[in-house]
């Protein structure tokens, strides 16, 4: 096995190299408490500030606006149950769609059992949540609109300054999930009337472990973490700092580079979804066909299951994604899959390819090719498909 390509950007990306050098002192010299009041703590201290700028700048947010979290799940997390238990004299209801990540989705499962109502939002068959029904779900007991920016399976992109608009006009609290939008997508968070917006380093060439919640000033919401005084009281523990710094400068990078990234990643997605539907019979894409991230491919691939294809990619040096939740051990396809429409026969054959900063047109040829051969077997194994080419 020589070559190895990896096609997951959207579970974790590797952590860039100009990102890590920044890091690296944070570790070592650099190693006081930002809490402390000499100088190697108040040096920690300076590059948390300093973080807290640089991320602010990008999104049009102000630094005070900028929380440091543990990543993508805790932001989500604290953003759904602090504003929910902070506004329960106002209302208990949350809209949130059935596509969201599990990070929302049993976070609203978790206030469902505390005595809050949640409205899950179909989607249509691209992904896209109807903005109607959503006009129609808001009630006067409405407290929290969440809705992610970017699905991170089948990558679809909601119109997210609509709901903003929708979510302000009534008078609700309006998250949004961005984990997977940062740092493929301009976001500001005053045009798009954002009030709360999760994001995670490690989807956008940061290290694991740091994530940032934007909380508009003025949102009611309690804190999550309770302890010391990070953080203005609001999430206690003493910070990762080198994760922030790491953070911020991952983040910088993404958005110095977004038009270049862009662009590559359209052009080897396009590439690998002409290829794989020219060559491959019974293939879908799904997802939607222009509103979608850049490097996001999700292919339902009839006739074969997909843990059999992830196995014999992996076989062949690629690391590639079902869309099934397979590899968690249970054996329901995607519920995002589901909620567009899937039946489960085809869900099951899905497979999600997401292209990153480090892929090249050699590996969506080498994918592409790996896939025809890899098909072509699994289906010589398959009755039913033999049937469908002879007509039966
Ligand atoms: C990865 C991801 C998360 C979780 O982020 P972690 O930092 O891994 O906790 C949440 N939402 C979406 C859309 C994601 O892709």
Not at 45 to 73: L, N
Not at 194 to 204: E, G, Q, V
Request: hydrophobic content about 40%.
């Amino acid at each position: 096995m020589e070559r190895y390509v990896y096609m997951d950007y959207a579970a974790t990306t590797p952590v860039k190299k100009e990102v890590l050098e920044e890091m690296m002192p944070y570790f070592t010299e650099k190693y006081g408490n930002p809490s402390s009041i000499y100088r190697i703590g108040r040096e920690s201290r300076a590059a948390i500030d300093e973080a807290r700028e640089r991320v602010a700048k990008i999104i049009e947010a102000k630094p005070k606006e900028i929380y440091f979290t543990s990543g993508g799940s805790e932001s989500d997390n604290w953003a759904i149950k602090g504003v929910a238990f902070a506004n329960r004299d106002k209302g208990n209801h949350i809209i949130t769609s059935k596509i969201e990540h599990h990070a929302v989705l049993h976070a609203c499962e978790y206030l469902e059992k505390h005595g809050f109502e949640v409205t899950y939002l179909d989607v249509d068959e691209y992904g896209i949540v109807d903005l109607e029904q959503l006009k129609n779900a808001i009630t006067d007991k409405t407290i929290l609109i969440t809705i992610m920016f970017a699905n991170n399976e089948i990558g679809t992109i909601q119109p997210i300054q609509e709901i903003g608009k929708i979510a302000r006009e009534k008078g609700v609290y309006f998250h949004t999930d961005a984990v997977q939008a940062i740092g493929n997508v301009e976001i500001d968070v005053n045009k798009l009337n954002i009030d709360l917006l999760s994001m995670s380093a490690h989807k956008f060439y940061g290290p694991k472990g740091v994530g940032v919640l934007y909380i508009r000033e003025g949102v009611k919401i309690h804190p999550y973490i309770h302890g010391g005084a990070q953080e203005k009281n609001r999430r206690a523990g003493t910070e990762n700092v080198a994760g922030i710094v790491g953070l911020a400068k991952a983040l910088e990078l993404a958005y110095e580079n977004l038009e270049e990234h862009n662009k590559k990643l359209v052009y080897l997605r396009d590439k690998l979804i002409k290829e794989v539907t020219n060559k491959i019979d019974y293939v879908r894409v799904n997802g939607h066909p222009e509103k979608r991230l850049p490097g996001n491919v999700n292919f339902s691939i009839e006739f074969v299951e997909g843990e059999a294809l992830l196995l014999s990619l992996d076989m062949m040096g690629i690391a590639a994604s079902s869309g099934s939740a397979c590899t968690s051990g249970s054996l329901d396809p995607s519920h995002v899959l589901l909620a567009i429409g899937l039946p489960h026969e085809i869900a099951h054959g899905s497979l999600r390819f997401t292209l990153g900063d480090f892929n090249t047109e050699e590996d969506v040829d080498y994918v592409v090719e790996s896939l025809v051969k890899i098909v072509e077997r699994l289906r010589e194994m398959s009755p039913l498909y033999e049937n469908v080419k002879e007509g039966k």
